[in-house]
């Protein structure tokens, strides 16, 4: 079993940056791909970034890609997600999510993910 709990969500005006995070407690962290989504309102969760479980790997939505950055450090059973040149349209609440397949690459498919922390709100503002 893995709990995962989000933080770093707020509002910001467009153009600035947040860094999500993603605590991880349970399993072998160092083990595990990991995945955010988002999921805007009236909208269905959308993919954003992955990592391989060793963070050698990761693979980005083309609506972010260049802006923001997936990241993990495993001595603190934690992953990133470096959110730069915000825009409004990334409005949203950002889930991280483990892959339960130990040492797998990071899947853009949200059902390949067996463990989903609550969500943090990102708010951008014009």
């Known amino acids: 079993q893995v709990q995962l709990v989000e933080s770093g969500g707020e509002s910001v005006q467009a153009g600035g940056s947040l860094r999500l995070s993603c605590a991880a407690s349970?399993?072998?962290?160092?083990?595990?791909?990991m995945g955010w989504f988002r999921q805007a309102p009236g909208k269905e969760r959308e993919f954003v970034a992955a990592?391989?479980?060793?963070?050698?790997?990761?693979d980005y939505a083309d609506s972010v890609k260049g802006r923001f950055t997936i990241s993990r450090d495993n001595a603190k059973n934690t992953a990133y997600l470096q959110m730069n040149s915000l825009k409004p349209d990334d409005t949203a609440v950002y889930y991280c999510?483990?892959?339960?397949?130990?040492?797998?690459?990071?899947?853009?498919?949200?059902?390949?993910?067996?463990?989903w922390g609550r969500g943090t709100q990102v708010t951008v503002f014009s």
């Open positions: 999510a483990a892959d339960a397949r130990a040492y797998v690459l990071g899947s853009r498919k949200d059902y390949q993910y067996d463990y």
């Open positions: 349970g399993r072998t962290f160092s083990r595990l791909a």
């Open positions: 990592m391989s479980w060793s963070g050698g790997t990761t």
